[in-house]
């Protein structure tokens, strides 16, 4: 954790950066892109949380293929071009700043009605989620949360490991370990390890 704050607050100040922080729910991204935040504004800057559930395609679009077909969750559940547009490119040194930390509500299948925000300069906006390196999304910094296919399977939910065939896919098609900027083991939870770092 501390190595990954320091990376970030290194940053020229008056920069926002764009940090992604990718990984099967077994592999907990969203848990680490929390902990950040407290460390990131301690080190006096602001930070914007962005989860990719709260960017998931319409249920017609998602579902169309049916509900456990991992093809349709590789390819098609999360809305890649509604995260670039409403969040990493006006997130962006070109960008507006003003961004939408919610657009999609899964729960009712209908847009968030999220207020957009105003980034300050110096702005951190972590945006954490499974499939997410590899599709174009840009990024300042990129975290990838690797875990074995034997620690994967366990730790996923039985209702859930029909996605099993989509991470193997991803490691596959997308190696995102051979690129990502930080490397985290995570077989265990309790003794994460950083295995790359490029920096």
């Not at 395609?57 to 456990?68: Q, T, V, Y």
């Not at 547009?85 to 299948?109: C, M, N």
């Not at 209702?159 to 995102?176: G, H, I, M, N, S």
């Amino acid at each position: 954790m501390t190595e990954l704050t320091d990376r970030i607050l290194s940053r020229d100040s008056d920069s926002r950066v764009r940090v992604g922080i990718d990984g099967p729910d077994a592999a907990a991204p969203e848990r680490l892109a929390d902990a950040l935040v407290g460390p990131l504004r301690a080190g006096g800057r602001p930070v914007a949380r962005v989860n990719t559930a709260d960017f998931l395609r319409p249920a017609s679009l998602r579902l169309e293929f049916g509900r456990e077909n991992p093809d349709s969750y590789y390819l098609g559940w999360y809305d890649e071009s509604g995260l670039a547009r409403e969040v990493l490119e006006p997130a962006g040194p070109a960008g507006s700043g003003r961004i939408l930390t919610r657009l999609w509500d899964a729960g009712t299948d209908r847009a968030a009605r999220q207020p957009y925000l105003d980034l300050p300069p110096g702005a951190v906006v972590v945006v954490s989620g499974p499939l997410l390196l590899g599709g174009g999304l840009v990024f300042d910094f990129t975290v990838h949360l690797e875990i074995s296919a034997a620690a994967l399977r366990r730790r996923t939910p039985e209702q859930d490991r029909w996605t099993l065939p989509a991470f193997a896919r991803y490691a596959d098609e997308v190696a995102p370990a051979s690129f990502a900027d930080l490397v985290v083991r995570t077989d265990d939870l309790r003794h994460p390890a950083i295995v790359t770092e490029r920096w």
